[in-house]
Nanobody, 129 residues
Framework: QVQLAESGGGSVQAGGSLRLSCAAS???????????MGWFRQAPGKEREGVAA?????GRTYYTDSVKGRFTISQDKMLYLQMNNLKPEDTAMYYC??????????????????????WGQGTQVTVSS
């Protein structure tokens, strides 16, 4: 039974920072190239979108364009998302996810929900202007 648990969400003003963490149990983040963990977010009335992912035991990272240069994904025993220079449009529920793809994604790939079967319950991030 894979379980993912996020923490670290909260309310900040624009320009502030937050660090999200995700603890995984029952999931082995192996050195297999297609083994990936990621962060997704969903704002009210919008579809869940990929924010960042790390694959191949941290060897490759991926970001959606809107967070490049502001967010950093990393992993050791946990998965992290360091979010700097937050903007009101970053307000959403943030989810941790894990999955095993057939191959390591190409450079420039944006994580997509259909490749991640395991999900946490989410942590809310609210950024005020």
């Amino acid at each position: 039974q894979v379980q993912l648990a996020e923490s670290g969400g909260g309310s900040v003003q624009a320009g502030g920072s937050l660090r999200l963490s995700c603890a995984a149990s029952g999931y082995t983040y192996s050195g297999y190239s297609g083994s990936c963990m990621g962060w997704f977010r969903q704002a009210p009335g919008k579809e869940r979108e990929g924010v960042a992912a790390v694959c191949a035991a941290g060897g490759r990272t991926y970001y959606t364009d809107s967070v490049k240069g502001r967010f950093t994904i990393s992993q050791d025993k946990m998965l992290y998302l360091q979010m700097n220079n937050l903007k009101p449009e970053d307000t959403a529920m943030y989810y941790c996810a894990a999955g095993n793809l057939r191959h390591i994604p190409a450079i420039g790939w944006v994580p997509q929900t259909r490749y991640f079967p395991y999900w946490g319950q989410g942590t809310q991030v609210t950024v005020s202007s």
